[in-house]
């Protein structure tokens, strides 16, 4: 975005290089740091629009880096980006709730593309849409959720819908399982009753519950031949920052086996999901809306998919202008 001045910080040369192409192809300004003592000086005294800073976990327990986080985090658009172990870093941002805007990248740098979407959602303040995560043109299937009668009938549709794209069946059984654990996750989970309490996540999930006009949740599917993207989005913003750092922990550290799996409970299904795909993006405005898109990379192989390191996003709506 032309006007807007970013900030890059990565102690990796190739890293470097492709951000300052990327970035500078917005139009924004860019300056791009190797090492952290410039870091520290140059936002000493603030003024830049974003800053994409590439941290470690040992980095971030240094004092000096806790103590820039704390001043830095609250005072400026901040996306903290890592190409280690998601787990790592999801203790960070229950730590420092402010922190409210992180890509995982297991092992590679961030792609020009990711570059250039996440900072165009930060600086744009536009952090909704599956479109963003698709080739241009693409025009995704929705599907509108009233029931968990009508489970069994969006699965099939998108079920099918992968099967026209010549998804093979192992592919196709990753479909039904996202699809199952998000429209069931926007009927009994993400309802909010008037003073914000969960209205039907004591709801057993074989019971029938049907959906309030006000409260329809909307399924979307899209893919651009290289990725099938599957986004559910509610009317609600329920599933804040807390919620979703607490069931990430508890899949990512601790496994699956020591996730809650009981009725109304999100966190076996969040790790199903987090286990079919190639990356999970949520953005969240609490109190008003969720949206959870996953991302299937359709050129691997099944053997190479499974080993493919996951990427994490989270972005949250950020009011302070």
Not at 66 to 77: G, I, M
Not at 221 to 232: H, N, P, R, T, W
Request: glycine fraction near 6%; charge should be negative; aromatic fraction near 8%.
């Amino acid at each position: 975005m032309r006007g807007r001045k970013v900030l890059f910080f990565d102690t990796d040369p190739k890293a470097l290089r492709v951000a300052e192409r990327a970035l500078a192809a917005t139009g924004s300004d860019v300056d791009v740091v190797a090492d952290e003592d410039t870091l520290f000086q140059r936002t000493a005294n603030d003024g830049y629009d974003l800053y994409m800073v590439s941290v470690e976990p040992a980095n971030v327990a240094a004092p000096r880096w806790t103590e820039w986080l704390d001043r830095s985090a609250p005072q400026a658009k901040l996306v903290l980006h890592c190409t280690q172990n998601t787990e790592d870093y999801l203790p960070l941002l229950n730590q420092r709730r402010y922190l409210q805007n992180l890509i995982a990248k297991n092992e590679t740098p961030l792609e020009p593309e990711e570059l250039i979407r996440t900072s165009e959602k930060i600086l744009r303040r536009d952090i909704f849409g599956l479109d963003k995560y698709l080739l241009w043109g693409v025009e995704p299937l929705r599907l509108s959720i009233h029931s968990s009668r009508e489970k069994p009938t969006i699965v099939r549709a998108v079920s099918d819908y992968g099967r026209r794209l010549g998804c093979n069946e192992r592919t196709l059984e990753l479909i039904e399982t996202i699809v199952d654990e998000v429209v069931s996750n926007a009927i009994y989970n993400a309802p909010r009753n008037p003073d914000g309490t969960a209205k039907y996540a004591h709801v057993d999930r074989r019971e029938v519950v049907n959906l309030e006009p006000s409260e329809a949740a909307e399924l979307q599917v899209g893919c651009d031949g290289e990725y099938l993207g599957i986004a559910q989005v509610d009317p609600f913003g329920a599933l804040d920052q807390g919620v979703v750092i607490e069931y990430l922990n508890r899949c990512l550290i601790k496994g699956p086996q020591q996730v809650s799996q009981k009725a109304g409970g999100a966190g076996i299904g969040l790790y199903r999901v987090f286990s079919s795909l190639s990356k999970f993006v949520i953005n969240l405005q609490p109190g008003v809306k969720t949206e959870v898109i996953t991302l299937i990379d359709l050129r691997l192989p099944m053997k190479k998919f499974k080993a493919q390191p996951k990427s994490f996003h989270i972005f949250m709506v950020d009011d302070r202008g």
